[in-house]
């Protein structure tokens, strides 16, 4: 966990489509907390669980002050000698004389919450994942977090939710400040609308990311799967053409297959089926059953 999460901030880790992973787990409501500043007022215990009878981990003198990032039951949730943990409420006061900006968080409050968000992310926690990434992005603006709590939330077909972070990062960019991975971005942001059917809208961002980018498949695939739809079909086989000669997918192969089987070339279309079939995409045997008997 810890060299991913390495590789993701030097910018090594290879860029994929996570977008189109199929995912069934489903998303849960998180309430939005405003982060606040409280003061323990009597000598409280810091557990490592929000229950009384959890293991406690350091005793907290009266007078300290700490940011609550999170309220679970009647317990406060925050950072306390560089360990993430909870205290009940009982024992502390807010302390309404100072207001909460980014600048008052530490570099390690903010690195628990990023850290916490990666690590969800790759478990494929994308609900904690989105939380946390979202503590983050209140404490530091920074653009790649709010690139990551987009991600997760296309996982999870929050689309309006994702949709509504692309926009913000296209934002940021048309402001001139760099965005990293702005190619990926648009073709993101454009098969959020392939989710919704709005595959007019989809283009006009796929053709924004070719322009910045034309070495990655998977915008080539989301570009030949927005044509297919749009029932141009020698368009799409060529975009597919180009998103397999750069990295074989098996949602290349699905639509090209779909694609060359509307035109009439059916074996060469039942080929792809069976190619994307191989490569995982279960649905090509439902395709198969329909179109290559």
Same mark, same amino acid.
Do not use: H
């Given at each position: ?12 880790? @290879? ?17 939005? +907390? ?25 005793? =907290? ?10 309220? @679970?039951?009647?317990?406060?949730? *925050? ?13 502390? $006061? ?5 207001? =909460? ?7 390690? $409050?903010? %690195?628990? !919450? ?25 404490? !530091? ?8 709590? /987009? ?31 702005? /190619?990926?971005?648009?073709?993101? %942001?454009?098969?959020?609308?392939? %989710? ?5 809208? /989809?283009?006009? +961002? ?12 998977? =915008? ?13 079909? $020698? ?12 990295? $074989? ?5 699905? *639509? ?27 649905? /090509? ?9």
């Amino acid at each position: 966990l810890a060299n991913l999460i390495k590789m993701v901030k030097n910018g090594t880790l @290879e860029r994929v489509n996570p977008i189109k992973e199929e995912i069934t787990k489903e998303t849960t409501n998180n309430t939005k +907390f405003e982060p606040v500043e409280i003061v323990c007022k009597i000598p409280a215990l810091f557990r490592d669980a929000p229950i009384s009878s959890s293991n406690s981990i350091l005793e =907290i003198p009266t007078g300290t002050k700490v940011y609550a990032i999170a309220k @679970e039951n009647n317990y406060w949730k *925050f950072n306390y000698n560089g360990k993430l943990g909870f205290a009940a409420e009982a024992f502390f $006061e807010k302390n309404a004389t100072k207001s =909460i900006t980014s600048s008052s968080f530490s570099s390690t $409050e903010i %690195k628990d !919450n990023l850290e916490l968000g990666y690590s969800n992310y790759y478990a494929k926690d994308y609900p904690n994942a989105i939380k946390y990434f979202s503590l983050a992005y209140n404490q !530091n603006k920074d653009s790649k977090i709010l690139y990551y709590r /987009a991600l997760s939330k296309g996982q999870i077909d929050d689309t309006y939710g994702a949709l509504s972070d692309y926009d913000k990062l296209i934002e940021i960019a048309n402001s001139g400040k760099k965005v990293e991975e702005l /190619a990926t971005i648009y073709n993101n %942001k454009a098969y959020q609308l392939v %989710k919704l059917k709005r595959y007019g809208e /989809a283009l006009t +961002f796929v053709y924004k990311a070719l322009d910045l980018d034309k070495t990655l498949a998977y =915008i080539w695939d989301t570009k030949g799967e927005i044509l297919y739809n749009l029932d141009y079909y $020698e368009q799409s086989i060529n975009a597919m053409n180009e998103a397999i000669n750069i990295k $074989e997918d098996s949602n290349s192969y699905f *639509f090209r297959g779909l694609s060359n089987i509307k035109l009439n070339k059916k074996e060469v279309g039942c080929r792809d089926l069976s190619k994307a079939g191989e490569l995982g995409k279960s649905e /090509a045997y439902t395709e198969i059953k329909k179109y290559c008997k």
